[in-house]
């Protein structure tokens, strides 16, 4: 029907027909021009430039490996990568065991629309403060004389305090968790909450434990949501600087803290360098994540 | 698996323990936030309670050791720039979501091209158009280069939520405006938009919050003239006091006060939907 409309017209008054076939591409121009220009240009100008000569204070576009060369022959920073690799999966991996049960509660448990928006929000509240104020809340919470410390004194599980706590690597991985776990729940509760209960209901009335429910139907039909969070998680702890610097006392040094000191101290084709070391690794980890399910499918 | 309340008696004070763990340090920033000054520091025991760091934050407070936070026109700056960025973000994803309810050719590199836009971490994005701004001359503002950064971060989730609000959409309430010949501007702001309001809304609120605490993606390319969450920053860099955690107490005050005009809208035009919507053949003609 569409379709010969569209032709009678276009033969009647072809301009204004053309305009009308294509008007999405109208519609979508100002978009697709402000992302290609402010997004695609500029990361490959971070790709270009990671291939200049670096001097002193300036960097002059002759291609070089210089700066590749220093990155991988440099101890501190091919082990700012292993570090930040180690502090990614280790994030990973807390927020999806401690969220998990959480949005298991959420969305299979919590019958009630109402309570289960209640719940989410709740649990969304946190992020109308500035993100930089919810790190430095930490400090007071870790401290050698901090919240956790003194609760612990206090009920007598600890007779010293633990020093371990801040300006360590685990005070960074417990800063993080707390910050990025939501990212996690949220998409996981949302699969969750979607599992058709007559399924559930079907598998146990064949005789099936709740052991093997949640092992053949649930979880497998919450995988999109986990991949979901975990990129979130992935992108956000990926391009961490602030809490390392906040909660380490720049003890801990990231990829991206390396790229604040580097762009501070005027080091612009070695800050590139390690950018474009970031976005490979964030692209395999979306790629390897993406190859779990299917999400256009799944969404 | 609701059949047994032992494993959902167990999950509900576990869940009950996750939002304590969430909130905990609101709660010490909050009791922390009381401590005596200036002499009080932002850690345990409360040497007397005062509301001291409150003053002090609002300008009040008798000059002293502890310098006041840069916070007036860094305030302005982050409000302008959520401001704007909010405007352009949404109109950007509502255009783009209108054009996606139609399929055409190249939709999948379109859809990609804007969802990068927020898995690009920040930090990269800020360097990147650092280093463009300097080849092509251009000195970073927060009005500029950071604004534009801020629209890429924005505007994906802006576009998320209009297409799930379209894909909900009944075109048939459309197409039959245009049957009874109601021209499509017409059309667009008396029946479409009215409908997709919630959503524009919602894209609204997110782009706000996301550009009002945006920080990676400022801090090479804000300029010399700070917004919020810069003027935060440098304060990491020297000794913290209180007045920080006055501040963050009074700023998520700000932020429910917001939430709730928010949430004020939303049912205003849930109701007004309602009751409009017997009589909205008389309102188009």
């Given at each position: 029907?569409?379709?010969?409309?569209?032709?009678?017209?276009?033969?009647?008054?072809?301009?204004?027909?053309?305009?009308?076939?294509?008007?999405?591409?109208?519609?979508?121009?100002?978009?697709?021009?402000?992302?290609?220009?402010?997004?695609?240009?500029?990361?490959?100008?971070?790709?270009y430039v990671s291939f200049?000569?670096?001097?002193?204070?300036?960097?002059?576009?002759?291609?070089?490996?210089?700066?590749?060369?220093?990155?991988?022959?440099?101890?501190?920073?091919?082990?700012?990568?292993?570090?930040?690799?180690?502090?990614?999966?280790?994030?990973?991996?807390?927020?999806?065991?401690?969220?998990?049960?959480?949005?298991?509660?959420?969305?299979?448990?919590?019958?009630?629309?109402?309570?289960?928006?209640?719940?989410?929000?709740?649990?969304?509240?946190?992020?109308?403060?500035?993100?930089?104020?919810?790190?430095?809340?930490?400090?007071?919470?870790?401290?050698?004389?901090?919240?956790?410390?003194?609760?612990?004194?206090?009920?007598?599980?600890?007779?010293?305090?633990?020093?371990?706590?801040?300006?360590?690597?685990?005070?960074?991985?417990?800063?993080?968790?707390?910050?990025?776990?939501?990212?996690?729940?949220?998409?996981?509760?949302f699969m969750l909450a979607?599992?058709?209960?007559?399924?559930?209901?079907?598998?146990?009335?064949?005789?099936?434990?709740?052991?093997?429910?949640?092992?053949?139907?649930?979880?497998?039909?919450?995988?999109?949501?986990?991949?979901?969070?975990?990129?979130?998680?992935?992108?956000?702890?990926?391009?961490?600087?602030?809490?390392?610097?906040?909660?380490?006392?720049?003890?801990?040094?990231?990829?991206?803290?390396?790229?604040?000191?580097?762009?501070?101290?005027?080091?612009?084709?070695?800050?590139?360098?390690?950018?474009?070391?970031?976005?490979?690794?964030?692209?395999?980890?979306?790629?390897?994540?993406?190859?779990?399910?299917?999400?256009?499918?799944?969404? | 698996?609701?059949?047994?309340?032992?494993?959902?008696?167990?999950?509900?004070?576990?869940?009950?323990?996750?939002?304590?763990?969430?909130?905990?340090?609101?709660?010490?920033?909050?009791?922390?936030?009381?401590?005596?000054?200036?002499?009080?520091?932002?850690?345990?025991?409360?040497?007397?309670?005062?509301?001291?760091?409150?003053?002090?934050?609002?300008?009040?407070?008798?000059?002293?050791?502890?310098?006041?936070?840069?916070?007036?026109?860094?305030?302005?700056?982050?409000?302008?720039?959520?401001?704007?960025?909010?405007?352009?973000?949404?109109?950007?994803?509502?255009?783009?979501?209108?054009?996606?309810?139609?399929?055409?050719?190249?939709?999948?590199?379109?859809?990609?091209?804007?969802?990068?836009?927020?898995?690009?971490?920040?930090?990269?994005?800020?360097?990147?158009?650092?280093?463009?701004?300097?080849?092509?001359?251009?000195?970073?503002?927060?009005?500029?280069?950071?604004?534009?950064?801020?629209?890429?971060?924005?505007?994906p989730f802006a576009f998320?939520?209009?297409?799930?609000?379209?894909?909900?959409?009944?075109?048939?309430?459309?197409?039959?405006?245009?049957?009874?010949?109601?021209?499509?501007?017409?059309?667009?702001?008396?029946?479409?938009?009215?409908?997709?309001?919630?959503?524009?809304?919602?894209?609204?609120?997110?782009?706000?919050?996301?550009?009002?605490?945006?920080?990676?993606?400022?801090?090479?390319?804000?300029?010399?003239?700070?917004?919020?969450?810069?003027?935060?920053?440098?304060?990491?860099?020297?000794?913290?006091?209180?007045?920080?955690?006055?501040?963050?107490?009074?700023?998520?005050?700000?932020?429910?006060?917001?939430?709730?005009?928010?949430?004020?809208?939303?049912?205003?035009?849930?109701?007004?939907?309602?009751?409009?919507?017997?009589?909205?053949?008389?309102?188009?003609?």
């Open positions: 029907m569409d379709v010969t409309a569209g032709g009678v017209e276009a033969q009647q008054v072809p301009r204004q027909s053309f305009l009308r076939r294509n008007h999405h591409y109208f519609l979508l121009l100002p978009g697709a021009l402000w992302m290609v220009f402010f997004l695609i240009v500029p990361l490959a100008m971070m790709v200049w000569t670096q001097t002193t204070f300036a960097i002059t576009p002759d291609l070089t490996l210089r700066s590749w060369q220093t990155f991988f022959a440099s101890e501190t920073y091919f082990g700012a990568l292993i570090r930040t690799l180690r502090l990614w999966l280790t994030v990973l991996v807390i927020t999806f065991l401690i969220g998990y049960p959480t949005a298991l509660f959420i969305g299979q448990f919590v019958k009630n629309k109402t309570t289960q928006t209640i719940l989410l929000v709740a649990c969304v509240i946190p992020f109308w403060t500035s993100f930089l104020i919810r790190v430095l809340a930490w400090r007071p919470m870790l401290g050698r004389e901090g919240a956790i410390n003194i609760v612990l004194q206090d009920l007598g599980i600890i007779s010293q305090p633990i020093d371990a706590l801040l300006f360590t690597e685990l005070s960074v991985i417990i800063g993080m968790v707390q910050i990025y776990v939501v990212f996690m729940v949220g998409p996981i509760a979607r599992i058709d209960g007559s399924l559930i209901e079907a598998a146990r009335d064949l005789g099936a434990s709740s052991l093997t429910i949640f092992r053949k139907i649930i979880f497998p039909l919450s995988l999109p949501g986990v991949v979901v969070g975990a990129i979130f998680v992935s992108v956000m702890v990926l391009g961490e600087f602030a809490t390392a610097s906040a909660l380490s006392g720049r003890k801990v040094n990231l990829l991206g803290n390396i790229i604040v000191t580097q762009v501070g101290s005027l080091k612009w084709a070695f800050a590139a360098v390690i950018g474009v070391i970031l976005t490979v690794v964030m692209a395999v980890a979306i790629t390897v994540l993406l190859r779990i399910v299917n999400l256009r499918r799944e969404l | 698996m609701h059949q047994l309340p032992i494993l959902r008696f167990s999950l509900a004070v576990y869940c009950a323990l996750f939002i304590l763990f969430l909130y905990a340090p609101f709660i010490v920033m909050g009791i922390l936030s009381f401590q005596a000054g200036p002499e009080g520091g932002p850690q345990f025991p409360i040497i007397e309670w005062s509301t001291y760091w409150y003053q002090h934050v609002l300008g009040f407070a008798p000059p002293s050791r502890v310098a006041p936070l840069p916070i007036g026109e860094a305030l302005v700056r982050s409000l302008t720039l959520a401001f704007a960025t909010m405007v352009v973000s949404t109109v950007l994803g509502t255009l783009t979501a209108q054009a996606f309810r139609r399929k055409f050719k190249g939709s999948n590199i379109m859809f990609y091209l804007v969802v990068l836009g927020m898995m690009v971490p920040g930090v990269l994005l800020g360097l990147g158009m650092a280093l463009v701004a300097r080849e092509a001359g251009i000195s970073p503002t927060w009005w500029g280069t950071a604004f534009v950064l801020h629209v890429v971060y924005t505007y998320l939520v209009m297409l799930a609000i379209f894909n909900r959409f009944d075109p048939a309430v459309e197409e039959a405006a245009w049957a009874l010949g109601v021209p499509p501007g017409r059309t667009f702001r008396k029946v479409t938009f009215p409908m997709i309001f919630p959503g524009v809304l919602s894209a609204m609120l997110f782009a706000f919050t996301l550009s009002y605490d945006e920080f990676p993606r400022t801090l090479f390319t804000g300029g010399s003239d700070v917004t919020m969450p810069l003027a935060i920053y440098g304060t990491f860099a020297v000794e913290i006091h209180p007045n920080l955690f006055a501040f963050g107490v009074l700023t998520t005050l700000f932020s429910f006060a917001l939430l709730t005009v928010y949430g004020l809208l939303m049912t205003a035009s849930v109701r007004k939907g309602r009751s409009k919507a017997s009589g909205i053949q008389e309102d188009i003609t």
